[in-house]
Nanobody, 124 residues
């Protein structure tokens, strides 16, 4: 079992920045590919960003490319999502997820463990 706890969400004005953190425990963190997903009210959960076990490979949904950065610290068992130039459309609950795989994972179905989420609200 892997336990994931997100933090760092909040209310920010459009154009602002937030950094989300996801602290993992329970298993060897470096064995897991990690990802961030989000779900806005009335919408399905969508992929945001993913990172490989070593951190050497990352992937982003087109809508956040150039604004968001995913990175990880395996020594601290934490994955981060730095979000800059935030837009009202980024408003959602953001979830951290882990997959026991050597590959990068881009879909919800490919994830094995999930956090409970953190709310991000961007005002216009």
């Amino acid at each position: 079992q892997v336990y994931l706890v997100e933090s760092g969400g909040g209310l920010v004005q459009a154009g602002g920045s937030l950094r989300l953190s996801c602290a993992a425990s329970g298993r060897t963190f470096s064995n897991y590919a990690m990802g961030w997903f989000r779900q806005a009210p009335g919408k399905e959960r969508e992929f945001v960003a993913s990172i490989s076990r070593s951190g050497g490979i990352t992937y982003y949904v087109d809508s956040v490319k150039g604004r968001f950065t995913i990175f990880r610290d395996n020594a601290e068992n934490t994955v981060y999502l730095q979000m800059n130039s935030l837009k009202p459309d980024d408003t959602a609950v953001y979830y951290c997820a882990a997959a026991l795989t050597s590959r990068i994972v881009l879909t919800s179905d490919g994830m094995d463990y999930w956090g409970k989420g953190t709310q991000v609200t961007v005002s216009s």
